[in-house]
């Protein structure tokens, strides 16, 4: 092709490379173990009982005054 006197050149450059990232999610699960450990333990709790005894004593009759 011809653009005025002078021919056109076509060049052609090295290829350029472009890179396009694409992200997609991706669900990764981390297992965290939990170990419960219920600990049962005796406490001593004071628990007073008191024994009661009742008994009846007889007093004697006092004698009357005599003066």
Do not use: L, S
Not at 21 to 27: A, E, G, I, L, M
Not at 35 to 55: F, G, K, S, W
């Amino acid at each position: 092709m011809m653009h005025g006197c002078c021919p056109v050149k076509t060049v052609v450059h090295p290829t350029t490379c472009c890179v396009r990232d694409f992200y997609h999610p991706q669900v990764v699960r981390h297992i965290h173990p939990v170990e419960i450990v219920n600990r049962h333990h005796c406490v001593y709790i004071p628990e007073h009982v008191v024994a009661v005894r009742t008994r009846n004593e007889w007093v004697p009759t006092p004698t009357p005054f005599t003066g």
